[in-house]
């Protein structure tokens, strides 16, 4: 027996923090007491003190009690703008990803359908690894899809599916094959838009069946509507041999126990969440057993008794030899056979049923069905908590809750108003002004947290207040005090709020909560940038942080090679989801697919006066003019290059906050030059204004000059280059990107995945064009047979067409009689200018390796390249680059528009590029360490220390 609880008040109510006023007040009498006891005997509540730390007390319970309202309260805003659904990322923008799992692709696929014609056409698919073998001649690493070579190996590449579908048995016969080849289109549509990394879809098939009839006689309740219980013995036994897949709503599936985390896992569906169990469940079955149909049938409503049931096979062609079980083919689904036959009783009374009835009860639970999608398809969201919006920053002055006899409320001095009295008033008012304000500060804060902590923040500011109203003979206590926030924020807090510190430090704070981190990135970007650094490491977090969404759901997806318009080909975001990951972790200003080699800089080569060609440079800004040149000629092309970086990093060593206050400092009446960080501004009599950049030794040596052509004619014309020159440098000038090539889209494809699925892939009807060969002469298919033919008269042949064979990889780098291997499977390359300012570093080039090799998948195995140069440069024996440019835009260009011709050529030129890539280094010098050397190690080659 339970024991009786009685409900009771506790003796102690109080709570010991900032909203307990009796707390408050006590530990502020306890300071006192320590501070000034010897001093100060009195401390009943008329004292004065007393008094005032009453009133503080109050006022921070004030504080405390906002502080202490529900979270949604707190980050509830009246301006749609500012408001919670702002402040974070929804469940379904950042707890699915795309499809990893078998299960996830399976998900992506029943989920699909139409808004016109049969809305569910998939009922369930299965995907299955493709096996494709390639052959290996051992003594040249030459591949082909058939033995080659007088010593020959082999290998099974890896990473290809082949999808198992199983249409909705309710298609329109009439109509199935537009209705079937329409679904294939959007299955096609669906994975290439969520294809994993290094995998790709072969071929799409529609499941075989396998007919089954079943032959029972089932005793009924007697009150049961026998066409209704037929309608669901029917729909039972189909979904045992068949299992279908059902959509639930986010409650259902929370109603079941599961964790919100659990429930998101995998791909967001339109049509609601499918329950993995289930789903895991629904495979092909390879036996029908009779003991299951009976349990089955017996949990119909309605279902009395079974006097009699049978299973048999409806093909001749499979043996039975057991009357409970009938086995299943592989790769087949059992279906119900018109041999199939159902009778009925109640009691004695055999059952007459009405087979139109039956029909019509199938369709109503086909409704109900559908009904319960609609609503798990409405129901997904996980809603953020709605809050009430209060106006918390809101402050009254504490000066108007003193009793009146203080003199420093609203009503003034009581009484006589003698000069002394208001002298003394006066004293006390400008005595409490500075908590009065310290105290409006703190509301301000509490007001602007659900800005600050945002992961769309954009303030500019940390500190924050706001002016004190409602106080008697105000303006007699103080001077110029701004009534305008802002102004009066940064009248007190400018020099305390290091902005970009501290919004690092939040910004921090937001990233850790995705179990991210920029620490190693930060610290080397110290190294790189100097005083710099920090506005621009501010930069790229805000960057990283307003594409998380993405970053985070995208990071396994390759390159949708399908998109054949122009605008997702080149110069474009269409990239695989590791590659903006990568980016924008390194901190990467620019990822979309481009020339690379083509930059803002200009390497100039002239003849000197003995003849030998000397070097300069220029830099160009976006809209293409001029904006840094070099002052010097170079005797090497390594040395030009040196001095623009130097120049670069010596244009942005000045934070904004301090270029700013530089600048309005300026003035035009200067005898010859003026110092802003490192830009050294130079005044004529003519009333022209000139920028150079200078080092920063002693000296001031200059090493670069801006504007030198066309000079600045205005004071606001010279501030305004500078902002957009330091701002461009900073943030929008850079020579980095980065290529990823996926190497199992580089093997030959036989299929046009455009017209039947998969990778290269061209149906008519049952015929398939494979591939022309150096004749012209191509290949085709027709059931099983093979033929060959001739292109017509007015068919286009490739000028230099190329066997399968030819664009094929190798399969060894050095010695192939003992190290083959396969150079498809779960393979990349990464390709990266090795020629820009940090990618020369090789700090920051380990660095980028480590965080490379981290974020691909670790079943794929990298090749990093650091190639380059400029399209400029001199000294380059061939430009790697931009010939890997070439070639790789000319193969996406044939891939996605699926030129079979000309694909075998572009694939082949590619492959060549890949394998004429060089890596490229950042010049240096041998140094002995046994010779005392106590100049600076940077480009200094250490014998035992130093990797390339």
Same mark, same amino acid.
């Given at each position: 027996m339970s024991e009786n609880k009685h409900i009771s008040i506790p003796k102690k109510v109080e709570t010991e923090d900032q909203t307990d006023f009796h707390f408050l007040r006590r530990t502020g009498v306890e300071y006192i007491e320590k501070l000034g006891g010897k001093l100060w005997t009195d401390y009943n509540s008329h004292d004065p003190g007393i008094t005032t730390l009453e009133v503080l007390s109050y006022a921070i319970t004030d504080l405390g009690m906002r502080m202490n309202l529900n979270m949604e309260d707190i980050l509830a805003s009246?301006?749609?703008?500012?408001?919670?659904?702002?402040?974070?990322?929804?469940?379904?923008?950042?707890?699915?990803?795309?499809?990893?799992?078998?299960?996830?692709?399976?998900?992506?696929?029943?989920?699909?359908?139409?808004?016109?014609?049969?809305?569910?056409?998939? !009922?369930?698919?299965?995907?299955?690894?493709?096996? +494709?073998?390639?052959?290996?001649?051992?003594?040249?690493?030459?591949?082909?899809? /058939?033995?080659?070579?007088? /010593?020959?190996?082999?290998?099974?590449?890896?990473?290809?599916?082949?999808?198992?579908?199983?249409?909705?048995?309710?298609?329109?016969?009439?109509? #199935?094959?537009?209705?079937?080849? #329409?679904?294939?289109?959007?299955?096609?549509?669906?994975?290439?838009?969520?294809?994993?990394?290094?995998?790709?879809?072969v071929d799409i098939k529609e499941i075989e069946t396998q007919k089954v009839a079943v032959c029972a006689r089932i005793g009924l309740v007697n009150k049961v509507d026998e066409e209704l219980v037929h309608a669901k013995v029917i729909r039972t036994i189909n979904h045992y041999l068949a299992p279908e897949v059902h959509f639930y709503s986010l409650k259902q599936l929370l109603d079941k126990g599961l964790a919100t985390d659990q429930i998101f896992e995998g791909p967001l569906l339109d049509n609601g969440f499918i329950d993995d169990e289930e789903l895991r469940n629904s495979q092909l079955r390879r036996e029908v057993r009779l003991s299951d149909l009976i349990s089955e049938i017996m949990k119909v409503d309605g279902v009395k008794e079974i006097h009699e049931i049978s299973i048999a096979g409806c093909d001749s062609v499979v043996k039975?030899?057991?009357?409970?079980? $009938?086995?299943?083919?592989?790769? /087949?689904?059992?279906?119900?056979?018109?041999?199939?036959?159902?009778?009925?009783?109640?009691?004695? %009374?055999?059952?007459?049923?009405?087979?139109?009835?039956?029909?019509?009860?199938?369709?109503?639970?086909? @409704? +109900?069905?559908?009904?319960?999608?609609?609503?798990? !398809?409405?129901?997904?969201?996980?809603?953020?908590?709605?809050?009430?919006?209060?106006?918390?920053?809101?402050?009254?002055?504490?000066?108007?809750?003193?009793?009146?006899?203080?003199?420093?409320?609203? #009503?003034?001095?009581?009484?006589?108003?003698?000069?002394? !009295?208001?002298?003394?008033?006066?004293? %006390?008012?400008?005595?409490?002004?500075?908590?009065?304000?310290?105290?409006?500060?703190?509301?301000?804060?509490?007001?602007?947290?659900?800005?600050?902590?945002?992961?769309?923040?954009?303030?500019k500011r940390t500190y924050f207040t706001q002016t004190l109203k409602n106080i008697k003979g105000f303006d007699e206590l103080i001077l110029n005090y701004d009534a305008d926030d802002d @102004?009066?924020?940064?009248?007190?807090?400018?020099?305390?709020?290091?902005?970009?510190?501290?919004?690092?430090?939040?910004?921090?704070?937001?990233?850790?909560?995705?179990?991210?981190?920029?620490?190693?990135?930060?610290?080397?970007?110290?190294?790189?940038?100097?005083?710099?650094?920090?506005?621009?490491?501010?930069?790229?977090?805000?960057?990283?942080?307003?594409?998380?969404?993405?970053?985070?759901?995208?990071?396994?997806?390759?390159?949708?090679?399908?998109?054949?318009?122009?605008?997702?080909?080149?110069?474009?975001?269409?990239?695989?989801?590791?590659? @903006?990951?990568?980016?924008?972790?390194?901190?990467?200003?620019?990822?979309?697919?481009?020339?690379?080699?083509?930059?803002?800089?200009?390497?100039?080569?002239?003849?000197?006066?003995?003849?030998?060609? $000397?070097y300069t440079w220029k830099i160009k800004d976006a809209a293409g003019n001029i904006t840094l040149s070099s002052v010097n000629t170079y005797k090497i092309e390594y040395a030009a290059t040196k001095n623009l970086h130097e120049a670069i990093y010596q244009t942005i060593q000045i934070d904004q906050e301090d270029l700013d206050n530089a600048l309005e400092k300026l003035e035009e009446a200067q005898p010859t030059y003026d110092l802003i960080g490192n830009i050294? $501004?130079?005044?004529?009599?003519?009333?022209?204004?000139?920028?150079?950049?200078?080092?920063?030794?002693?000296?001031?040596?200059? $090493?670069?000059?801006?504007?030198?052509?066309?000079?600045?004619?205005?004071?606001?014309?010279?501030?305004?280059?500078?902002?957009?020159?330091?701002?461009?440098? /900073?943030?929008?000038?850079?020579?980095?990107?980065?290529?990823?090539?996926?190497?199992? %889209? %580089?093997?030959?494809?036989?299929?046009?995945?455009?017209?039947?699925?998969?990778?290269?892939?061209?149906?008519?009807?049952?015929?398939? @064009?494979?591939?022309q060969n150096m004749e012209g002469i191509g290949y085709m298919t027709i059931g099983n047979t093979f033929e060959v033919f001739s292109p017509e008269e007015d068919e286009e042949i490739p000028s230099t067409p190329v066997k399968y064979a030819d664009a094929l990889m190798s399969s060894c780098e050095e010695d192939c009689e003992d190290d083959v291997f396969d150079p498809y499977s779960y393979r990349v390359s990464v390709v990266l200018p090795g020629f820009a300012y940090r990618f020369q570093d090789p700090d920051f080039r380990r660095y980028a390796e480590t965080v490379i090799r981290q974020e691909i998948p670790a079943h794929i195995l990298a090749k990093i390249c650091w190639v380059g140069d400029r399209m400029s440069d001199k000294q380059t024996a061939q430009n790697d680059l931009a010939g890997f440019e070439s070639a790789f835009k000319k193969y996406l260009s044939d891939k996605a528009k699926n030129n079979l011709e000309n694909l075998g050529n572009s694939t082949d030129k590619l492959l060549t590029a890949l394998s004429h890539l060089n890596n490229i280094y950042k010049p240096g010098r041998l140094l002995d360490c046994d010779i005392e050397d106590n100049d600076s190690l940077d480009g200094k080659i250490i014998l035992g220390q130093s990797n390339i």
């Open positions: 009246k301006d749609d703008k500012k408001d919670i659904h702002t402040q974070f990322l929804k469940a379904t923008e950042i707890l699915p990803s795309r499809p990893l799992t078998e299960l996830d692709y399976r998900k992506l696929f029943i989920d699909i359908s139409f808004n016109y014609g049969h809305k569910r056409p998939i !009922r369930n698919c299965w995907l299955v690894p493709k096996t +494709e073998k390639l052959y290996v001649d051992c003594k040249t690493g030459t591949l082909d899809f /058939k033995p080659i070579g007088e /010593k020959t190996s082999d290998f099974t590449v890896k990473g290809l599916y082949d999808l198992y579908v199983d249409y909705a048995e309710d298609i329109d016969a009439e109509h #199935s094959e537009c209705d079937k080849s #329409s679904t294939r289109v959007k299955i096609l549509e669906r994975y290439h838009a969520n294809r994993s990394l290094c995998e790709d879809l039975q030899n057991n009357d409970w079980l $009938i086995c299943i083919e592989k790769g /087949k689904k059992p279906e119900l056979c018109e041999l199939s036959s159902f009778s009925y009783s109640k009691g004695a %009374l055999p059952l007459n049923i009405n087979e139109k009835k039956v029909q019509d009860y199938l369709e109503t639970l086909r @409704k +109900e069905e559908q009904a319960l999608r609609e609503d798990a !398809r409405q129901n997904k969201e996980l809603l953020l908590p709605k809050g009430t919006s209060y106006d918390i920053g809101n402050y009254a002055t504490i000066l108007n809750e003193f009793p009146d006899t203080y003199g420093v409320g609203i #009503s003034g001095i009581i009484g006589n108003p003698t000069p002394e !009295r208001e002298a003394l008033a006066k004293q %006390l008012k400008g005595y409490l002004l500075f908590f009065d304000q310290i105290l409006a500060s703190y509301f301000k804060h509490l007001e602007k947290v659900k800005e600050v902590l945002s992961i769309h923040g954009d303030l @102004k009066l924020t940064d009248a007190l807090y400018e020099e305390l709020d290091n902005s970009v510190e501290r919004r690092n430090e939040v910004l921090d704070h937001l990233i850790s909560r995705f179990a991210e981190t920029f620490s190693d990135y930060t610290f080397l970007m110290k190294s790189l940038y100097g005083k710099s650094a920090d506005e621009i490491v501010l930069s790229n977090k805000e960057n990283f942080l307003s594409e998380y969404k993405s970053l985070s759901k995208d990071r396994g997806i390759g390159y949708n090679y399908t998109l054949d318009d122009v605008g997702n080909l080149w110069n474009t975001k269409n990239i695989s989801g590791v590659q @903006k990951r990568i980016a924008r972790l390194l901190g990467l200003k620019n990822y979309t697919q481009r020339n690379l080699s083509q930059t803002p800089i200009v390497i100039i080569e002239t003849q000197g006066i003995d003849g030998k060609p $000397i050294q $501004i130079r005044f004529s009599s003519g009333g022209n204004y000139y920028v150079e950049i200078v080092d920063d030794s002693e000296t001031k040596k200059v $090493i670069a000059t801006h504007k030198k052509t066309t000079p600045y004619s205005s004071l606001d014309e010279l501030k305004d280059g500078i902002i957009k020159t330091v701002n461009y440098f /900073k943030y929008d000038f850079t020579e980095e990107g980065i290529f990823l090539v996926e190497h199992l %889209l %580089l093997k030959p494809a036989f299929k046009d995945y455009k017209l039947i699925g998969g990778i290269g892939c061209m149906s008519i009807n049952e015929t398939f @064009k494979i591939f």
